[in-house]
């Protein structure tokens, strides 16, 4: 049943721009049940879908939060990659928005492995180890660290795979969300008019290209998580 406290209102989505898909000669067919309306050649989705699907994922967020699970924010692309960002941090989520190395959960081992030597670069530079280097090979170290920090800054406190992934832009995010599918890890996607719902295990039809209407979602989905962190520690 949906808790009241998640609030979705259509307005603020349609304020949002929520509801606004591709042009009409983009589309996927799947999504036709998430369409109510053809304005100016773009496909415009149903508010009233959109706000039972995210309320589904604000109690299954909550519910995981509240059982200590961990979750994996994922976007990528720059209309994205702040909002992700922000969000993981606010929720203390882990978080990948700047480039999905391939293999990054299907291929754990190797990505644990470039965890430690993070941890290690950090620890060293941290404790001054670094600067105490020949100019050449601390020039190379810090060269390693900034790099492995642009990739794996997000999710360097993952020390096992995550319960459940969040993924903005189904497209954008298709390598994320097949490693996902191999590892039985569930997803909920934002999923725009040209994505297939079929794939995530809850998709929520929404415009994935507008910063707006991407925090909004997102937002929802941090306060319903962190509602349930609140419950863990009220019950525990």
Not at 8 to 21: K, N
Not at 42 to 64: K, M, P, Y
Not at 139 to 159: D, E, N, P, V
Not at 189 to 210: E, W
């Amino acid at each position: 049943m949906t808790r009241r406290y998640w609030s979705i209102h259509l307005e603020e989505m349609m304020e949002a721009g929520v509801h606004f898909g591709h042009g009409i000669r983009k589309w996927n067919p799947k999504m036709a049940p998430y369409i109510s309306a053809k304005r100016k050649g773009i496909h415009i989705t149903n508010l009233t879908r959109t706000a039972r699907f995210l309320s589904e994922a604000c109690d299954l967020v909550f519910e995981a939060a509240s059982r200590r699970k961990q979750f994996l924010i994922v976007g990528t692309k720059k209309k994205a990659a702040d909002s992700v960002a922000w969000a993981a941090i606010r929720s203390r989520c882990h978080y990948v928005n700047t480039k999905w190395l391939g293999g990054m959960l299907t291929n754990w081992s190797t990505t644990e492995t470039r965890l430690q030597k993070f941890r290690d670069l950090r620890m060293e530079q941290k404790t001054g180890i670094l600067n105490r280097l020949p100019k050449r090979d601390a020039a190379m170290l810090k060269r390693q660290l900034s790099h492995l920090q642009r990739y794996l800054g997000g999710i360097k406190y993952m020390t096992r795979l995550p319960d459940i992934v969040i993924i903005v832009d189904q497209h954008e995010e298709y390598t994320t969300l097949r490693e996902c599918i191999t590892l039985g890890i569930p997803t909920i996607c934002l999923i725009d008019t040209n994505c297939d719902p079929d794939l995530a295990d809850i998709s929520i039809p929404s415009n994935d290209d507008a910063i707006a209407s991407i925090r909004l979602i997102l937002n929802k989905l941090v306060f319903a998580i962190c509602e349930g962190r609140s419950s863990y520690i009220r019950n525990s």
